[in-house]
């Protein structure tokens, strides 16, 4: 197997290292099926079950209300991981899965949650300021919230056919379907699903796309804008893991000197699966892009030499 076809066949898993996705995913489950449970309890206590709103799910809504969300602030992020239907959790998580796993594979690791999280900002952001601007909308503001991954998957959906406009899916079928009709169908599917409901839901979700497209043309063009936000996430998630140590890596490198037909104090790096490895790891962490020219040419030997 070449290098490069190791690369593709490597698997996003459950329980697999530094998987952005498959954490972005756990934590959407995790926090929805909380919720379920607590819902389950309601209905089987002698508390009525109208009070499940207000006592349980108000607390993670981000709501319209400037009153209601100076006492709960936390809500501008916990809305993004919180699904109030089992339906619109599966098909978010099925979305984010599809369209998560090509920009993984495209990028690495570290871009999916910056891009989720500041989707999620921007959906928030102009759902509070067209609720709050439009008199139409003004009105429910006491009833009004926001929840759900819609605006953070939209981010990842456009940031991902930005990155790859010419990527394909389902090769077999007469060479592949481009990628921007899969993200079309979603758009469409996510636009149908919200029709007729409180506009500013709508207006989110297009604030979470025109943010997975500036962040996809802004790192196109060299800046990063969740490069601080993928340390603090590292942070985060490294405080479930107590127990697993983190060594650095030797900047040490095994070279050799081959000098035959080349110009002389030309240094070679030696070929090895240990080499080999490490730049896979690092493809996988910062994407392909980040590799430097020596970098790129030791996995084109590989590629060609089988190794």
């Known amino acids: 197997m070449s ?8 698997k996003t898993l459950f329980g697999s290292d530094n998987d952005a996705l498959v954490m972005l995913i756990i934590l959407n489950c995790i926090i929805t099926a909380a919720i379920f449970f607590i819902r389950f309890i309601y209905q089987f206590s002698s508390i009525p079950l109208s009070e499940f709103t207000s006592q349980i799910t108000d607390w993670f809504v981000a709501p319209a ?13 916990s809305f993004m991981f919180t699904h109030l239907t089992i339906w619109g959790l599966i098909g978010n998580m099925l979305w984010l899965w599809a369209f998560g796993y ?44 926001l929840v759900g991954a819609n605006a953070s998957v939209m981010a990842i ?6 990155f790859a406009p010419s990527y394909r899916i389902f090769p ?30 709508i207006i989110a979700h297009v604030a979470g796309a025109g943010m997975g497209f500036l962040f996809a043309n802004r ?18 998630f490294n405080l479930f893991t107590p127990g697993k140590k983190y060594k650095s890596r030797s900047v040490r490198k095994d070279v050799f000197y081959n000098t035959k037909g080349k110009q002389p104090f030309k240094k070679t790096p030696n ?19 980040h590799l430097s020219e020596e970098e790129k040419d030791l996995l084109r030997r590989a590629s060609e030499e089988d190794l």
């Open 157 to 162: 959906a456009v940031a991902a056919t930005i």
């Open 219 to 236: 790192i196109q063009n060299g800046q990063d804008w969740g490069e601080w936000m993928g340390k603090a996430y590292d942070w985060f």
């Open 271 to 289: 070929l090895t699966q240990q080499k080999i490895d490490e730049l896979l790891d690092k493809i996988n962490q910062k994407g392909y892009d």
């Open 172 to 201: 077999m079928i007469n060479g592949g379907i481009p990628l921007w009709i899969l993200t079309a169908i979603f758009v469409i599917i996510n636009f149908a699903g919200n029709a007729g409901g409180y506009p500013p839901t």
């Open 65 to 77: 209300d400037w009153g209601k969300l100076a006492t709960r602030p936390w809500t501008i992020i």
């Open 3 to 10: 290098v490069l076809e190791q690369k593709r066949g490597s």
């Open 102 to 145: 090509i920009l993984q594979d495209l990028t690495g690791n570290r871009r999916i949650a910056p891009i989720y999280i500041l989707g999620g900002f921007a959906g928030f952001l102009f759902f509070e300021l067209s609720a709050h601007i439009f008199p139409s909308f003004s009105q429910n503001l006491d009833n009004a919230g």
